[in-house]
């Protein structure tokens, strides 16, 4: 009896084998390419995590310096009130005692008050110069934890690219793509916002 059609296994398997390599290496070929465009992302989006960490850095570093400068002129403001204080004390003694008080009292006294004015001013503009840069700073430091946050979810898309990769899951990849494009949007708003 005539055995049934020989068919050759081994060319079957090979066939098959490299069927399979093909839509392998087209699918890691998909893996790739969305990675290395997340990853290009994560890169621009990791210098703008830094370089607005940094400016807030300096932002602040002058609010202090600011403060510091207002501080030393209300400091000298309570210095000039002091002075005043006391030439008004001394122009009151000589006058207990019944005598004129030299006009170097009264002429220090008014002096000095009037300087008030105008050191009490200088101190108010350094304390709204470093609200100013204290408020830019905060923004700044907002921005930055928006990009930081980018860069976390495009970590998180990487890592379940290469995940996909080597299980050749493409669930996985799926998911990589998704939060891929949640970290693209963020990194969107983030720079319009």
């Keep these: 009896m005539p055995e049934g059609p ?49 400016e807030a850095l300096v932002l602040k570093t002058e609010s202090t310096r600011l403060q510091a400068q207002a501080s030393d002129q209300w400091t000298y403001y309570q ?12 122009k009151a003694a000589w006058e207990a005692l019944g005598k004129e008080a030299p006009h170097q009292f009264v002429d220090t006294a008014a002096r000095n008050t009037e300087e008030q004015v105008e050191i009490k001013k200088l101190a108010e503009e350094f304390e709204k110069s ?10 700044l430091l907002h921005e930055h934890h928006r990009f930081a946050n980018t860069v976390a979810l495009f970590q998180v898309s ?16 799926i998911g990589s793509l998704a939060v891929g ?5 963020l990194f969107v708003l983030s720079f319009l916002g």
């Design 158 to 173: 990487i890592a379940l690219g290469a995940l996909a990769a080597l299980t050749r899951n493409r669930p996985l990849w």
């Design 79 to 90: 210095a000039k009130g002091l002075k005043a204080a006391v030439q008004e004390a001394s």
């Design 6 to 54: 020989e068919i050759e296994v081994e060319k079957l398997n090979e066939t098959i084998h490299d069927e399979m390599e093909k839509e392998g290496g087209r699918f890691l070929k998909q893996i790739a390419l969305t990675t290395a465009v997340l990853a290009a992302f994560a890169a621009v989006a990791a210098l703008k995590a830094g370089s607005t960490v940094n």
């Design 130 to 139: 470093r609200d100013e840069k204290s408020a830019e700073a905060d923004h």
């Design 181 to 185: 494009l949640s970290g693209i949007t």
